[in-house]
């Protein structure tokens, strides 16, 4: 008998956590599982989702409190015979559980960061009431201690599963060759890049600040930004301060991540906060070598001095010397970047997370006959 899994999500998009759930609902085994997606508003998620046959419905929330969103969402799960429930993030988890609760559907419940959730009273005892109804998944180890520790949780209640990305096809030479010279990167140039959205958490103004460090020792190098985000003109004001114009370049929302990743001869992720960072996963899959903050999860991706380099955060001196030993000892980036490779494709696939959760789905079904 086919289960239908629904999949619950806060946020519409792009980002990490939406590359996850979009995924996730298009890589289930079709014999055995049915996905449905629902979110609470339009976005990026829905369109990837229905361009691979996710049948998607919106249901606009005014919040935790808000009843009738409670409603219609139940007569949903009637409507689609939901067997159970995928919520990721704060407002899908604790709302999806409150319905999932009433209609005795067991709900997986997905934490991917550490936004706002540990900060008011009112929502650490949203998600240590999550914790004991439904199921809950941390995507790291950081994060599930982290969430014992500021919630209050029971850490036997709470299941780590890491993301995981596709072996991606290795874009043809023809594409990179044509993206490099749309994007006016000098030839011969060496090429730093950064895929995240412009927000604080991710840091980029910590790499600016290291570039003009980088450009004494490796002259000819080139950075870029992939991603959109509410500090975008502030970034850009900051590189012009710098004299870094020429030097730097922000590409905003882009669909060819692969062709982008194939430019790079080393990815750099300088965040502040990370619950396991998709981004440089597809870095690793793609054969680059990272250079990565010591934040969240990304310890337990980056292996320090073996698949990359792992700096501390807001350092932006020490993150520029070992750009400069990476950029200067190609032997080392190499390897680095072959054993990252190894690394991602081994614990870090697609494949190994979408069995992982169908096992925990078949669990939670098992259990709630």
């Not at 289930?28 to 599982?33: M, S, T, V």
């Not at 890049?193 to 980088?214: M, S």
Request: charged share 20%; glycine share 8%; proline share 5%.
């Amino acid at each position: 008998m086919i289960q239908t899994i629904l999949f619950l999500s806060t946020s519409s998009g792009p980002g990490g956590a939406e590359r996850v759930i979009s995924n996730l609902a298009t890589s289930l085994d079709p014999a055995r599982y049915r996905a449905v997606l629902c979110l609470f508003r339009q976005g990026w998620i829905q369109e990837r989702s229905e361009s691979r046959g996710v049948r998607t419905h919106i249901i606009p929330t005014c919040g935790m409190t808000d009843w009738r969103w409670a409603l219609r969402f139940r007569r949903l799960l009637d409507e689609e015979h939901v067997d159970l429930i995928h919520a990721h993030e704060f407002d899908a988890n604790v709302q999806g559980a409150f319905v999932a609760a009433i209609c005795g559907i067991p709900l997986v419940a997905t934490v991917h960061g550490k936004h706002y959730f540990w900060e008011k009273c009112r929502r650490r005892l949203a998600y240590r009431w999550v914790s004991r109804q439904a199921t809950m998944v941390a995507v790291s180890e950081d994060l599930k201690q982290f969430i014992v520790e500021n919630v209050g949780a029971c850490p036997e209640r709470i299941t780590v599963l890491y993301n995981g990305v596709d072996v991606p096809m290795p874009p043809r030479q023809a594409e990179v060759d044509a993206c490099r010279k749309e994007l006016r990167l000098p030839h011969g140039d060496q090429i730093v890049g950064v895929v995240g959205n412009l927000y604080p958490v991710k840091g980029h103004q910590y790499l600016i600040e290291g570039i003009p460090a980088v450009l004494k020792k490796c002259p000819n190098t080139s950075f870029i930004f992939a991603g959109r985000g509410q500090l975008e003109k502030e970034l850009k004001d900051q590189v012009h301060r710098l004299g870094l114009d020429e030097r730097v370049h922000f590409l905003g929302l882009r669909q060819d991540i692969s062709t982008i990743l194939a430019l790079l001869d080393v990815f750099v992720l300088p965040s502040l906060s990370e619950g396991l960072s998709m981004a440089i996963l597809e870095a690793m899959m793609a054969g680059k070598p990272v250079i990565a903050t010591r934040v969240g999860g990304n310890p337990e991706i980056v292996l320090d001095g073996e698949t990359g380099f792992l700096v501390p955060p807001r350092d932006s001196q020490t993150l520029a010397d070992q750009l400069v030993t990476l950029l200067t000892n190609k032997e080392q980036a190499a390897q680095f970047a072959a054993r990252g490779k190894r690394r991602a494709e081994g614990q870090f696939s697609l494949q190994t997370m979408v069995h992982a959760y169908q096992s925990l789905y078949d669990k939670c079904l098992r259990s709630n006959p």
